[in-house]
């Protein structure tokens, strides 16, 4: 039986608390997974109720959930093994030190900053993307960056001549057959994220960069449903086996640290937790429009968290520190979960 009660408090806690509008939420355990739907999908110009079904602005999930996954496809297929040199596939980067899993691990020390960067344009965000340079934090600093999965998007279209978005498409979430999961959502089927300019964004990228860069951002722009994502999590634990689009041995090289000692622990593209009591890996991300996944293969559970804590404003830090006390609860709960 699924117990994760505390954690199912501390959600919906968020909610009396008004934290968040709205939060779709889903526990898996084994063959078992139990989900909710509470509270509303928008505070303004009205307020409209929540769907179970309802597609949110994934943000940073973009991440691991397409760009990374056409990467470990080809790194299944023997065509990539993410030694290769950033150079080799974006001649115009200029340090040839910089690697794919550097990327991918976010220890490439490539500064993030850019001047006026919503200023720009998608040519000129793309050119001062790949001109930025490499501080000393190389290899010697683990620092979070859009930066880093926008380079192997650009990877990606050399390789298919096609942009990331587009080949994530119809190399991942298609053969998947997951409906919901698109770049291109309905505007009615989304949950609205932030106010900007008189507006509320709603089937739109929150994300400045997602905006500029359309379907060549490997870093955000993604939407998707509770549903969806649970399919996908049950591929990540090994519960449906066939459901990704490379073998469960290249899943489970998901759950190992990629960094060296005295870096803090990532593995490609995920953050990582240990298990309390074990210490085993388990792998997690998050969005910054309030969104979180969490996955133990070991155990074979999840948490799935969906809200639009930047709705309708995005200044909404409490959020941060609840939500890690939700994850902290989550593992601490399920560690206690007996494996099935």
């Not at 698109?182 to 505007?187: I, L």
Request: neutral net charge; charged residues 20%; hydrophobic residues 40%.
């Amino acid at each position: 039986m699924i117990d994760y009660s505390a954690t199912q408090n501390l959600i919906e806690s968020m909610l009396s608390e008004r934290i968040v509008p709205g939060v779709n939420y889903a526990f898996i355990k084994g063959k078992q997974v139990f989900t909710s739907t509470v509270g509303f999908a928008s505070l303004y110009p009205a307020v409209t109720q929540l769907s179970p079904f309802a597609q949110y602005d994934l943000a940073s999930l973009t991440k691991v959930l397409a760009t990374e996954n056409v990467l470990l496809k080809l790194y299944d297929q023997g065509k990539l093994n993410f030694t290769e040199p950033l150079q080799k596939y974006v001649p115009e980067f200029k340090d040839s030190r910089v690697r794919l899993f550097h990327l991918l691990t976010h220890t490439s020390g490539i500064r993030g900053w850019i001047p006026n960067r919503d200023l720009l344009d998608h040519d000129q965000l793309l050119e001062a993307i790949i001109n930025l340079p490499v501080t000393d934090e190389f290899e010697h600093k683990m620092r979070y960056a859009d930066t880093n999965f926008i380079l192997l998007g650009q990877v990606i279209k050399k390789i298919y001549h096609q942009p990331v978005q587009e080949v994530a498409m119809h190399e991942v979430f298609q053969p998947m057959k997951l409906a919901n999961t698109t770049f291109h959502p309905q505007k009615d089927n989304c949950v609205p994220t932030a106010l900007m300019d008189g507006e509320v964004l709603q089937g739109i990228p929150h994300d400045p960069k997602a905006r500029q860069l359309g379907s060549d951002c490997g870093s955000a722009g993604l939407f998707s449903s509770l549903d969806d994502l649970i399919k996908i999590s049950r591929g990540y634990l090994g519960l449906e086996r066939n459901l990704l689009p490379y073998s469960q041995k290249t899943v489970s090289l998901l759950f190992d640290n990629k960094n060296r000692r005295g870096l803090k622990p990532r593995s490609w593209g995920w953050d990582l937790r240990f298990d309390p009591l074990m210490y085993y890996p388990i792998i997690l991300h998050t969005g910054f429009t309030g969104t979180l996944i969490i996955l133990d293969r070991v155990k074979q559970s999840g948490l799935i968290l969906l809200t639009n804590r930047v709705h309708p404003s995005g200044h909404n830090l409490i959020f941060l520190a609840m939500r890690e006390k939700i994850i902290q609860t989550f593992l601490k709960e399920n560690s206690k979960q007996k494996d099935d």
